[in-house]
């Protein structure tokens, strides 16, 4: 069976010991679905995420696998579909308010007191520079936690191609955080030779 489907037909009546298993399932595996969709999504979203993978995993408990080593690239599964609808919509919702912004008169900005940098916020700036394929190897493996195996299996990959993505993307991460771009250059170095690398938030360093 593959990694985890998503909607599906509502799930057989429940059966004995099925609401336990389900409950040690949530138990096991929600902080690690938590953690990664807050590595993906920003947290007023992080827990609709979590809250939909496991409304999943309960639709579909029938179905799901049984060893608890194959369960976790599933519920992955359906947490990765989750996260990519959750970017989905909040893209769209950026474009109705960037088209009500737009219709609106100029306004001086406001400075606002919690923008400043937490883990999370790092995390996701960081995801955000590497392509999507080596974003999501680094996502399941790094901070969901996931085995190579796992993540594989999820992204629909083969090994091989999993640990050739997370190369790729410890390269690229490497070289942000040493302020050069992956080619060995030196990021945002202008012509009077100053520096302006641009960190999480758009902000020079």
Do not use: I
């Not at 100029?106 to 916020?121: N, Q």
């Amino acid at each position: 069976m593959g990694a985890g489907g998503d909607e599906g037909a509502q799930r057989a009546p429940v059966e004995d010991g099925d609401a336990a298993a389900f409950a040690a399932a949530y138990r096991l595996l929600a902080p690690q679905v938590r953690g990664y969709a807050r590595r993906q999504v920003p947290d007023d979203l992080a827990e609709d995420v979590v809250a939909e993978t496991f409304l999943v995993l309960w639709r579909r408990w029938a179905d799901a696998p049984v060893p608890a080593a194959e369960l976790r690239p599933w519920v992955f599964g359906v947490a990765r579909n989750k996260v990519k609808h959750a970017h989905e919509q909040r893209s769209r919702q950026l474009r109705t308010v960037a088209g009500v912004a737009a219709a609106e008169p100029t306004r001086a900005p406001v400075a606002d007191p919690s923008d400043r940098l937490a883990g999370d916020d790092l995390a996701r700036w960081l995801l955000a520079q590497l392509p999507p394929a080596e974003s999501e190897a680094m996502s399941l493996t790094v901070w969901a936690g996931l085995t190579p195996s796992e993540a594989a299996e999820v992204l629909g990959c083969s090994l091989t191609a999993l640990t050739s993505r997370l190369s790729r993307a410890r390269a690229r991460l490497a070289a942000v955080l040493d302020g050069t771009t992956h080619d060995g250059t030196t990021d945002g170095t202008t012509h009077d030779g100053a520096t302006h690398t641009s960190g999480p938030g758009g902000r020079d360093r």
